[in-house]
């Protein structure tokens, strides 16, 4: 049983680029999230969703896209990466009334 | 909007002794959970304790427990006993209905341990 899994671990992009990370979990969770941390600024919420082909906007979203064609699969992207978006980004998913599942993260870079 | 406040940024205590984590948060709910989480230097998020509002009673795991003001909105983790394995980030936590039983996050507390 892998939890939350999150693919890549570690990306380092050039200013403009574009990258998907992806979210999966094998828990048949409803609820995803996607988060980013920021040094002194604890985790932000970016986009969630709380079923297979729905998403909404979270506190910081701006810049970001995501997509859950899937349940098990929850995917952020980032269609041209700036330095604003250097951050370790947390997914995590949940049945409706119970704790969150986090992943390790993935520490992104953008130069 | 809810909003979670940490006002310790970094908070020390010896093995064995005491130490208190504080959080204060804002709400115009009535039934919500609390949380904490605690976050080593390998970063992964690990669940401490949660409550929920409408229990009087205040949860406990083991040497963590919470002091929960309704009334006041505050909600502060007791570390009893403290081992160098407690040496981490706290972060507190609301889950917002409104965002899909989301999490907002205090800036977190970062724990030393000294032994």
């Known amino acids: 049983n892998a939890g939350v899994t999150q693919t890549p671990k570690f990306r380092v992009l050039k200013t403009g680029q574009s990258m998907t990370l992806l979210c999966a979990q094998d828990?048949?969770?409803?609820?995803m999230y996607w988060y980013r941390q920021d040094p002194g600024m604890g985790l932000r919420l970016i986009h969630y969703s709380v079923g297979e082909g729905t998403t909404a906007k979270g506190e910081v979203p701006d810049g970001y896209n995501v997509s859950r064609l899937k349940k098990q699969n929850f995917l952020l992207g980032l269609e041209s990466a700036a330095p604003s978006q250097t951050s370790v980004y947390f997914c995590a998913s949940s049945y409706y009334n119970q704790p969150q599942h986090f992943g390790d993260g993935t520490r992104l870079s953008i130069l | 909007a809810q909003t979670v406040t940490q006002s310790q940024p970094e908070m020390s205590v010896q093995e064995a002794e005491t130490v208190t984590l504080s959080c204060t948060y804002d709400?115009?709910?009535?039934?919500?959970?609390l949380f904490w989480y605690k976050q080593p230097p390998s970063r992964q998020m690990i669940l401490v304790i949660r409550q929920e509002a409408y229990k009087q009673q205040n949860a406990t795991e083991n040497r963590f427990s919470v002091n929960f003001q309704k009334a006041a909105k505050s909600f502060s983790l007791k570390i009893s006993d403290s081992q160098l394995g407690d040496a981490a980030m706290y972060f507190c936590?609301?889950?917002?209905?409104?965002?899909?039983?989301?999490?907002?996050f205090g800036k977190g507390t970062t724990l030393s341990v000294s032994s």
């Open positions: 936590a609301y889950r917002s209905e409104s965002l899909g039983t989301a999490l907002i």
């Open positions: 709400t115009s709910e009535s039934d919500y959970y």
């Open positions: 828990m048949n969770h409803e609820y």
